[in-house]
């Protein structure tokens, strides 16, 4: 069974940068779209950001111009290399996989915070 793996979150100040990486341990090229999603405290879980096995991307209005997906095929991994961040991104970010068939892959989560 496929699984994904996140990491690099953690503790950064407002206006810092994080990347947090998705690691698959299937072919990452099996999966048609790969998107990171968050969930803040008490809120609903929103997409952030998602890429395409074509490298079509699309992102969520409130991360538009500060945050940028990427996916490295040799490495298996997806990344989202977050700038400029600001204390209401702070959340779980959860990445997920999706094949034409089949149900959706989720990670663990990895938790990030931004506070001074």
């Known amino acids: 069974q496929v699984r994904l793996v996140e990491s690099g979150g953690g503790l950064v100040q407002p206006g810092g940068s994080l990347r947090l990486s998705c690691a ?3 072919n990452i090229l099996s999966f048609t779209t790969m ?6 405290p008490g809120e609903q879980r929103e997409l952030v ?6 490298d079509i991307t699309n992102y969520s209005d ?3 111009g500060r945050f940028t997906i ?6 298996n991994t997806v990344y989202l ?7 209401e991104d702070t959340a779980v970010y959860y990445c997920n996989a999706r094949r034409s068939i089949g149900s959706p892959i989720w ?3 990895t938790r990030v915070t931004v506070s001074s």
């Open 24 to 26: 698959t341990s299937g």
């Open 35 to 40: 998107t990171w999603y968050r969930q803040a």
């Open 49 to 54: 950001a998602g890429i395409t096995s074509g």
């Open 62 to 64: 409130s991360v538009k």
């Open 70 to 75: 990427s996916r490295d095929n040799n490495k």
């Open 81 to 87: 290399q977050m700038n400029s961040l600001r204390p």
């Open 107 to 109: 990670g663990q989560g």
